[in-house]
């Protein structure tokens, strides 16, 4: 694995996040949010075209930032999981920074794979080997035991948002990088293996 530089991040956010749950409500206000204050942030939109993960790994190691946004059906998928367990590793060296973001669900249903959240785990698991199951579970207790943001039930997205974005500024700050801009000044989004001005909207599949 390369060494990593904050400062020379290609992919400043990484979105880790259960797609089909989020991505058409909270997740889009969230991107549009960090579209206005110029964030950089990489989704995928082909991990279910039968690519393996080792080129969302290489996302991941390109980021500086990881946002793990944690729901209720997010351990409905694999990839979110393997996903969790690389940045784990990556957070483990100090090789990237990692802001849980608990959606509804509690922390403790995440720690400890309990309620609707445990419900979904634990099925996936019974299709899994024991060797993902153990991984899986110490990167949900890893993260889980993290300061992070929390929303409740009949709390404001809206205002939620605007946390996520501030918590994300001064991470940005704090480790020295520098929000990226088109030479024009113009928003920029980084898609897949684009680098490109106002691309279109993702359609993350999770």
């Known amino acids: 694995m390369k060494n990593f530089s904050p400062a020379a991040a290609k992919f400043q ?24 204050h110029e ?13 393996d993960l080792k080129h969302l790994f290489v996302r991941i190691e390109e980021s500086s930032i990881a ?15 393997d996903e969790l367990v690389k940045m784990k590793k990556l957070a483990e060296k100090r090789k990237i920074q990692v802001i849980p973001i608990f959606y ?18 634990w099925k996936l698991a019974k299709a899994s080997r024991g060797y ?4 899986w579970k110490d990167a949900l207790e890893y993260f889980s035991d ?9 709390s404001s997205e809206a205002d939620f ?3 996520i974005v501030k918590e994300v500024q001064r991470v ?23 680098n490109c001005p106002d691309i279109k909207r993702v359609k993350t599949k999770k």
């Open 13 to 36: 956010v990484f979105f880790n996040f259960r797609g089909e749950e989020l991505r058409d409500n909270f997740v889009s206000h969230l991107c549009d949010a960090f579209e206005r």
């Open 172 to 194: 940005i700050k704090a480790t020295g990088v520098e929000k990226a801009k088109t030479p024009f000044g113009g928003k920029r989004r980084m898609v897949g293996n684009c």
């Open 132 to 135: 993902q199951i153990k991984k």
């Open 104 to 121: 509804k669900v509690e922390p403790q249903d995440v720690r400890g794979q309990e309620g609707e959240f445990g419900g979904n785990f």
């Open 39 to 51: 964030i950089k942030f990489f989704m995928d939109e082909d991990e279910q075209r039968g690519k």
């Open 161 to 163: 948002v605007k946390k």
């Open 67 to 81: 946002l793990a946004i944690f729901s209720n059906r997010y351990p409905e998928s694999r990839w979110c999981l």
């Open 146 to 154: 993290k300061m992070g943001l929390s929303l409740g039930g009949k």
